[in-house]
């Protein structure tokens, strides 16, 4: 092939020519790139960092009592009237209602990035404009805003053999106001623990004796604890203040109060009750356990020690890594003197440690991505060039994170994970400018000016196709930007950063550049190099090319070959994912070897689970915590295990995912949580799910042992949260046979294969006693039936008659009266009530009557439709499976005697309930947020192609060689696929990230490819010597690219969450780019080769439009 460069006279300089020999000579741009330095640096101490991206979902928990409704007419009268008014409101996305006796919930979602003050402001203004709406009866709406601002940073946990729940709660306050005022520091709330009260426990048997009715007992005690300011005398010019000095002030006076009179003489209150000062009665249980990674650490003694929890959030905005750091120096100084030594305090949440430990890792993985690129640059380029390319790096990221910090961004794993995808993006501009600028040099310079100039015509040759490709790379990552839901801001950053990133890459390497090549490059003289071979017959990349494209371009028969080897591997890769879902085997079951499994998100390798216990309704507190320690002799004997803290009938400190899953809300005897923390992830060698599903297998005695417990172990979500993974919702015309559905819909999970922790809203038949007064006999003995309900609440529950006053106590402390729990524990004890009467003392059984009846269940509702729900979790696959297989099972069924089922959810758009005629089940959970993310995503994928194609015909001024550019993009599904099969990964959300991500490469090859093809067809080559050598030339500079691209990825690989991406950039571009270099020039070479007239006019035109 004989050299035809002479025939191509000077080009003049386009935009990157005129930057770069502007930059090259001016002594501006080491002063840039200092002050990049200096700022970057700044921004990467400044920004905050914290783990995750934080996401804005405003929502509230709206409250209204009224009294003695049942679920049903709470339902009619409260809960479906208030969503109805609610849902006007502009933002919000869905209500949630539930209505039980005496009481109706609704929970106001908001759409994902509404503004929180505006949205609570909005649902306060429409609340107070309806409060004529409010029935009779009823009490004033509650509203409690669910704040993701208040989830806690840090969670300190004070325990001990030696102090009870009352000193230690105590002490938790002392300690919380020290840390309350830190800097950062915003919600400080104390778990657990025990309040000081006067308690007075009465003795049913004397209080019959003495024949003193509770209510009037009540009136009297309600009226002796009294006192204050009563008013002032004013004589003699001045006024004095007159103070009734009436209140309790020890146990002993109270125990002084007279109750009553016996034979004339008086009944004091000590008399008819055992009176303490001392801790309140147990209404929840707090404690701690250390595990078996911890023997020998000190910690040693009862298994479980009693504990009270400081749990401390931080303000918006602030880096979590500062504010924790804070909180626990702050926690060493009181240490010793303020904590006492027979207190253990345990620090058993961190969110800024971990925080830190995932940004310093990724930190780290991205050096080690840096030093990778580096070598490859260092084995192709030499150590010169290499040199060159990575200062472009630092420079760039330091560009991108001032940005960051301008725009409030925040410094998390997926920022990080942005950088490092981009960085093998972010070289491809440097590696194409140096590696022109390298092989012009080579060829020979004659002087100093000759090096500038041939400096400036290598800069100026890559310009226009590099610019182009690099804009077509930004297109590929915009569109993401859209995504919506939750997911839209979690992986907010990746079209943030990277089109930044992007766009900084092409600045910087036609600045830079060339100010650092004129300076540092060395030359060969031009006579020397002219008795040498030619740069590209010695390069062996150009002759590895040449010894594979010739053939296929000569040779038809070898055309024909690679054609259909192309489209088998295709074929085979796109049936890699597909396979599932048209075996004969089913749908569901163990993957087939060869298969590649979808999923929304796999599940990531955290240090901390929950694990929650649901008892039946009316299970007691005892007997939720006996459970519950059966679950800690499991946990505490586990080598993974560090601590575990429980907490029964209450829940525990909240975190976003059971902030979002309404974890707020679980309080009851019936409830229970026990959150267990694990050894680190870096110092173990089994993955947090191993270690969950080794827990479970070890928990089934403990689940055999209590059948009517439920116990789930809930990983944290490696995305946003869901209700639960795989979530039906039943809708009707009648709410029993939505609940007798919801129960058959349960068998259908529980008999599904990979389906765990079925549960469903319905819950078990409970038994309640209803006391029938009898008016009549009650009015012929003067009692009035307020007065039995008042009775049978001071029975019960107990009631408050006021406070001490105790100037040193942080909080008040309630005189609380009550029967002792043994004697309020059966229905013969409602015997022992007395209510007063026209003649003195009646008993309960004179007037009224005990039956025993079914509970009332509550009524759920979702956007204003009655609905039930079934929920469950995959045990380790994926959700499509098995719900897929359900819903062919239950769609079109008579699941119950005249109830048949119509399934729907399963479109990429919301399916709206129709339960006017028939039942109608809705797939939610997962599955819904995973249909909402790939159709949003797959829209992006098409955009990025749309607008891809838009931009390349708008820069050749034809279809032809855009559609040439495009074509390849299928390319890379011959190693997406293939490469998720090899690293045994699922093709997950973050996968079609890379996917995406890949089509603004291959373009950009493709780009590369076809203007240098053209450039020699403009230089007067033929149409098969213009695609030899045109591909040939650029094979290294692609080659350096794909490889940079593959190594800055390769890294995420491991990452249990954002694998799926570094599986598919570096096996797409692995794929795609070996592909490219052939399939592109052969596709230019079979449509212009029989076309000379068409080439030549085509590349006319496009010299007019390039130039």
Known sequence: MSDKSSQNSEAPLNIAGRLGKAAMFSNLTPMISLLIFLVGAVALMVTPREENPQIDVPAANVFVQMQGASPEEVQNLIVRPMEMVLREITGVEHTYGMAVDSLAVVTVMFEVGEDKEVSLV??????????????????????????????????????????????????????????????????????????????????????????????????????????????????????????????????????????????????????????????????????????????????????????????????????????????????????????????????????????????????????????????????????REAAIVTMNIPLILFVVLAIGLMADQTINRITLFALILALGLLVDDAIVVIENIHRHLHKGVKDAADKARLIVTATNETGKPTIIATIAVILAFVPMAFVTGMMGPYMGPIPFNTPIAMAASLVIAYMFTPWIAQRFLPTKNVTAVQHSNSDEEKDWVYRTYMRFAVPLVEKTRVRKVFWIVTLLLFLAAMMQPGWQFIRPAGINGPLTPGTVELKMLPKGNNNTFNLTIDLPEGATLEESDRVSRQVGDVLRAHPMVVDYETFVGQAGPVDFNGMLRGAVLRKGANLAEIRVNLVDKHERSIRSVGIVLELRELLVPVMAANPHAIIKLVEDPPGPPVRSTLLAEIYGPDYETQRQLAKEVRKRFVETYDVIDVDDSVGDDQMQLNVHVDKQKAAHLGVATQQVVTALQDFLRGYDFGAMHVDEERHQVRLHVQLPKALRAHAEDLHRIYVSGAQGAVPLSAIAVIEESMASKPIYTKDGHPVTYVMAEPKQGSQVYPLLEMDGKIDEHEVLPGATVKTGGMRFTDTAPDNTFGYHMLWDGEMRLTLDVFRDLGAAFIVALVLIFLLMVAYYGQFVLPMMVMAPTALTMIGIFPGHWITGQPFTATSMIGMIALAGIVVRNSTLLIDFIVDYRKQGYSVKESVLEGGAVRARPILLTALAVIAGTSIMITDPVFGGLGVSMAFGTLAATILTLFVTPLMYYLWYKNRPWESEQDDSELAKQTD
């Open 122 to 383: 909005k649902l306060y203004d429409r609340i107070m404009q309806n409060m004529d709406r409010i029935p009779a009866g009823a009490s004033q709406p509650l509203v409690k805003p669910v704040d993701v601002d208040d989830v806690p940073a840090s969670v300190i946990t004070l325990s001990s053999r030696e102090l009870d729940g009352l000193a230690l709660k105590r002490l938790a306050e002392r300690v919380r106001d020290q840390l309350a005022p830190l800097d950062g520091v915003s919600v400080a709330e104390i778990i657990g623990g025990r309040d000081h009260e006067i308690s007075i426990r009465l003795d049913p048997a004397r209080l019959a004796a003495y024949r003193i009715p509770l209510d009037q007992l009540h009136n009297v005690l309600v009226s002796a604890n009294a006192g204050g300011p009563v008013g002032s005398l004013v004589g003699d010019n001045r006024e004095t203040k007159i103070w009734l000095n009436g209140y309790l002030k020890t146990a002993e006076e109270v125990g002084q109060l007279v109750v009553g009179e016996w034979q004339n003489r008086p009944i004091y209150l000590k008399d008819i009750a055992k009176i303490s000062d001392g801790a309140a009665e147990a209404e929840n249980y707090h404690r701690i356990g250390f595990g078996a990674s911890v023997t020998g650490a000190g910690i040693t003694g009862e298994p479980e020690l009693p504990a009270v929890s400081i749990a401390l959030a931080k303000k918006r905005g602030t880096n979590a890594v500062d504010v924790t750091q804070r909180i626990e120096a702050k926690l060493n100084e009181l240490k010793g003197d303020f904590i006492p030594n027979n207190v253990q305090a345990t620090i058993t949440r961190d969110s800024g440690l971990r925080a830190n430990a995932a940004v310093n890792m990724l930190i780290e993985h991205l050096g080690i991505a840096i030093g990778t690129v580096i070598l490859i640059l260092l084995l192709f380029l030499g150590w």
